[in-house]
């Protein structure tokens, strides 16, 4: 790798972090790096859905089942302390930060079950111990390896709106921040550890950034230190041309560009959270896309480079699709129609993936998240006052990635004579020309997603570089 800064931010899942054997992997490959690192970790596998669900049991008054998820979690960070900080020193101060983290969430749990009410931002107070706890233990196992390293809050350094469960980054002022706190400890030669995942408002109060959010965060320090690579350690060799869970034997592809990844992202693909692109385009920083279970991979390059233009480079889908189909009433004004439309959106604040707009009739196509649930009912009432208002659900969005899609001969014909028989409610070509998109009833998925997939990408396995079929250690590494 060539260097600039000399500086690498390593970002590892939820899965490499998961138990004291992939923390030994992480610090592995912490040690085996040379340059300057900012490590940003996830919460243990599972960790921040059982902390959820354990503000919703306090909510619901069923403190006997949150105490029980509770110890549940508590109890798998003292074992990797146990198993991995073997100083007795160490491993007192490891254990008594864990205990009082449970007590903080004990607290939280007593109050909320008076209280009675969980919010976004009450929700996030919960979030973000999963980081926490993960943070501290993989601190204090880096520190028993002997690790020069230095643990730090996210919150002090993050700066986020107020948009609890979703917040977004204030740059400038994390910049601040990051120049302070972070990297006087960089130039010092020390390992900075941080949290994915979490930050805080101006005035400190926790936030998350949205579920999945770590790579997020580690875009955005890759950003703030100016790094010279970001590196996104996952359970996969990289990016794949489709969802593994679903084509069992995907491609790894050696290298997509920025625009195709962030497409991907968008359109559904895990691999990367969606927002990681921004910051790391802007200053042109690469990302890679690695195993922390199969070193050996050379994993995936995220960059503005673009060898394979005119290729298909992955296909991906989103599920729990709602699609509204809006005909505004004929009394109203056409503006005035878009103007109490866009106040009912943004009252109930979706993520609309594409509208669609024809003969003053509107498409709003919608991805439900379990995370952030929408009140459809609500939504459509209010819709009814101004506009014929019919909700779909059950939708899958099918979206094909690459690059100059448009000028690939016979593209769309393939999409269409490979899937004889299915019916595509819509078929869009996105603003770019990196993506085109099908929605198709969600039984017809996984059928729509492997003929694609034969289509565009088996038989078409010749070595140019660009695709490359997993070897067998690491198709294990996706089972
Ligand atoms: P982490 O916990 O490390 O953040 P995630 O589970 O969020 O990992 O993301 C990795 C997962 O993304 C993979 O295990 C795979 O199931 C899924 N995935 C979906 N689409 C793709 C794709 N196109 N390429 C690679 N992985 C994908
Ligand atoms: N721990 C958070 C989650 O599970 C963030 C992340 O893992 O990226 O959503
Ligand atoms: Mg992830």
Request: with cysteine; aromatic share 6%.
């Amino acid at each position: 790798m060539q260097t600039k800064n000399g500086i690498v931010v390593m970002k590892f899942g939820g899965t490499s972090v998961q138990d004291s054997e992939s923390i030994t992997n992480v610090i592995n490959i912490v040690k085996s790096n040379p340059l300057k690192k900012v490590v940003v970790v996830s919460a243990i596998s599972k960790a921040t859905t059982a902390l959820e669900n354990i503000a919703r049991f306090a909510a619901d008054k069923n403190t006997a089942e949150a105490e029980k998820l509770l110890s549940e979690i508590i109890n798998r960070h003292h074992v990797i302390i146990d198993t991995l900080v073997t100083d007795s020193a160490l491993k007192q101060v490891a254990a008594e930060k864990i205990i009082s983290y449970e007590r903080e969430i004990t607290e939280l749990v007593k109050g909320l079950s008076i209280i009675n009410e969980l919010s976004l931002r009450i929700l996030d107070a919960f979030r973000v111990f999963g980081e926490l706890m993960s943070s501290n233990v993989i601190y204090y196992s880096m520190k028993n390896s002997g690790l020069d390293v230095e643990l730090i809050d996210s919150r002090e350094i993050i700066k986020t709106n107020n948009d609890f469960s979703r917040a977004y980054p204030n740059f400038e002022l994390s910049q601040l921040n990051a120049d302070k706190k972070v990297k006087p400890l960089l130039d010092k030669k020390k390992i900075v550890l941080a949290q994915g995942f979490m930050g805080s408002t101006e005035e400190g109060i926790s936030t998350t950034m949205g579920r999945e959010s770590s790579d997020f965060s580690a875009a955005i320090y890759g950003s703030l230190v100016d790094a010279d690579e970001i590196q996104i350690w996952t359970d996969v060799d990289g990016v794949l041309t489709c969802d593994p869970n679903v084509i069992s034997n995907a491609l790894k592809l050696s290298e997509i560009s920025f625009k195709e990844m962030e497409e991907l992202s968008n359109f559904g693909a895990k691999v990367l959270h969606k927002n990681s692109v921004k910051p790391a385009l802007k200053k042109d920083i690469p990302i890679k896309i690695l195993n922390s279970k199969n070193t050996s991979s050379t994993g995936t390059l995220v960059s503005s480079k673009l060898s394979y233009p005119e290729h298909v480079k992955s296909v991906t889908y989103k599920k729990n699709i709602i699609v509204l189909r809006v005909k505004p009433k004929e009394s109203l004004n056409q503006f005035i129609f878009w103007e109490m439309m866009l106040n009912i959106l943004s009252r109930h604040k979706p993520q609309i993936d594409i509208l669609i707009s024809s003969n003053n009739a509107l498409i709003i196509v919608i991805a439900e998240s379990a995370y952030t649930k929408i009140h459809y009912d609500e939504l459509k009432n209010e819709f009814d006052e101004i506009s014929d208002c019919e909700i779909v659900k059950d939708k899958v969005l099918i979206t094909l990635v690459g690059s100059d899609l448009g000028t690939i001969s016979n593209f769309e014909q393939s999409i269409f004579i490979c899937n004889p028989g299915i019916k595509a409610e819509s078929i869009i070509y996105g603003f770019n020309p990196h993506s085109f998109s099908l929605l198709v009833n969600s039984g017809e998925c996984d059928k729509v997603l492997c003929n694609l997939h034969k289509q565009f990408f088996e038989g078409h396995t010749s070595d140019n570089g660009l695709f490359r079929k997993l070897n067998k250690n690491e198709e294990k590494s996706i089972a």
